[in-house]
């Protein structure tokens, strides 16, 4: 099918649409200038003293690093946070929440941005599965609990060196804290028990519509999901612009587009239909 077809079938789909599983990734927050560290040249611009010492994004986001190269992890995040903070969330946030005020709905996202929430996305229809830039828990897991801190800066960074100081410290030990995101090589995420619990009870019903959004096959959380729903006779739309993207799902619903260009296309034609 040429791409105007599959937006009018699309369309037709979400008009029909009483229950719509949203699942965002990565290239869902790239219109919003949040860098996705799958391009590996883009990485190293962002961080040249990284590459000194052959510090990849994986080596970073991790325990490890928090144990091994803490000047450098909490660096990595506290640009991520300045530069979530700098960004808004597009056109396409706005258009999704619409979509949830005449429809029952849930959001299911890998990203770690906060950029659902920030867009006013209801706070019970959304599940941050690999957590939030924008909370923190203990490094040293003294307890399972996690806090929101949303202070730009929270710590000091010398951009030079890609190095942070003057850490967040864990408000009940009062040693160092992470940030509240499942990082690779991770058991210790505390994870989230209110989103997942809403989370599972969305799921209580049938879904009758799933749109995946930017997903990579470097995480396929979401394209797995995805594929559940459409092995049991849930129609999915697959918004990205790699068409290897499709290669899990494999649907005919798939859209090379990005996602802020996706949902307003989309969003027009339902409209208008």
């Given at each position: 099918m040429e791409q105007l077809e599959i937006l009018h079938k699309?369309?037709?789909?979400?008009?029909?649409?009483?229950?719509?599983?949203?699942?965002?990734?990565?290239?869902?927050?790239?219109?919003?200038?949040?860098?996705?560290?799958?391009?590996?040249?883009?990485?190293?611009?962002?961080?040249?003293?990284?590459?000194?010492?052959?510090?990849?994004?994986?080596?970073?986001?991790?325990?490890?690093?928090?144990?091994?190269?803490?000047?450098?992890?909490?660096?990595?995040?506290?640009?991520?946070?300045?530069?979530?903070q700098e960004n808004q969330p597009h056109e396409g946030y706005r258009i999704i929440n619409k979509w949830l005020q005449d429809r029952d709905g849930f959001i299911h996202t890998t990203n770690t941005d906060g950029l659902h929430l920030r867009s006013g996305c209801p706070e019970d229809r959304i599940l941050e599965v690999h957590g939030s830039m924008w909370r923190l828990q203990c490094l040293d897991t003294c307890t399972y609990q996690f806090w929101e801190d949303l202070s730009v800066p929270l710590c000091d960074l010398d951009t030079a060196s890609m190095k942070a100081s003057n850490y967040p410290v864990c408000r009940n030990c009062r040693g160092i804290a992470r940030p509240h995101i499942l990082m690779f090589g991770d058991g210790e995420y505390s994870g989230h028990p209110e989103q997942e619990g809403s989370f599972k009870r969305f799921l209580q019903e049938p879904v009758d519509l799933t749109i995946l959004v930017g997903s990579s096959g470097a995480v396929p959380t979401n394209d797995y999901i995805a594929l559940h729903f459409m092995e049991r006779g849930v129609p999915v739309i697959n918004i990205n612009l790699d068409p290897s993207s499709n290669r899990i799902v494999n649907t005919d619903y798939f859209l090379a587009m990005k996602g802020k260009e996706a949902f307003m296309e989309l969003d027009r034609i339902t409209g208008v239909d």
């Open positions: 699309a369309s037709d789909l979400i008009n029909k649409a009483t229950r719509v599983l949203f699942l965002t990734s990565a290239g869902m927050s790239a219109d919003s200038n949040i860098p996705t560290f799958r391009d590996k040249n883009g990485y190293w611009r962002n961080f040249p003293p990284f590459k000194k010492k052959n510090l990849e994004a994986q080596d970073l986001a991790s325990p490890w690093a928090f144990r091994n190269e803490l000047p450098h992890a909490w660096a990595f995040y506290e640009w991520r946070r300045r530069n979530a």
